[in-house]
């Protein structure tokens, strides 16, 4: 390094790319969102589940979600790159949110024929779960990422004062 200063461009550019650290977050965070709903579903009144099941059908959903989540990280990290010039972390969010709605709602909308339940309901449902996962994943993500930069620029600070 040359110890030049950047050009703002350059650092705007690298100011909400979609690296790997910040899919583990948003997968990572965007799961344990969506787990915390499943178990807030299956513990609520009026849900029946047979007794015995509880436990194998949490952990299926569990296992069979992180799958989901990760098959599709892909697709997140396509529309991060894609949106890694657009520096409001707002429109991340709501883009974030809105294919969280309709890939939720695809979901819903497939489970609920197979299970020949009102599908448009469960649709939604799933649809907005999902949304706020993707919303939370990446604010997540974007937590972590300005976690990080703050203890990069403190250590680089502090080298620099000695």
Avoid: K
């Amino acid at each position: 390094m040359t110890g030049e200063p950047r050009s703002r461009t350059t650092a705007d550019d690298e100011v909400r790319p979609f690296r790997a650290s910040d899919l583990f977050w948003f997968v990572t965070l965007a799961w344990a969102a969506l787990m915390c709903a499943v178990l807030v579903l299956v513990n609520s009144p009026g849900t029946y589940i047979a007794a015995g099941l509880e436990g194998f059908l949490v952990t299926a959903i569990a296992v069979v979600s992180l799958l989901i989540t990760w098959a599709a990280s892909p697709l997140a990290w396509l529309l991060g790159r894609g949106m890694r010039r657009v520096r409001s972390v707002v429109a991340h969010l709501v883009v974030f949110g809105v294919v969280g709605f309709l890939a939720g709602g695809v979901l819903g909308a497939v489970g609920s024929s197979f299970a020949r339940a009102a599908g448009d309901e469960v649709a939604v449902a799933a649809g907005a779960v999902c949304a706020l996962c993707a919303v939370l994943g990446r604010a997540g993500a974007f937590t972590a990422r300005w976690v990080a930069g703050r203890r990069t620029r403190s250590t680089a600070r502090s080298a620099a004062q000695r």
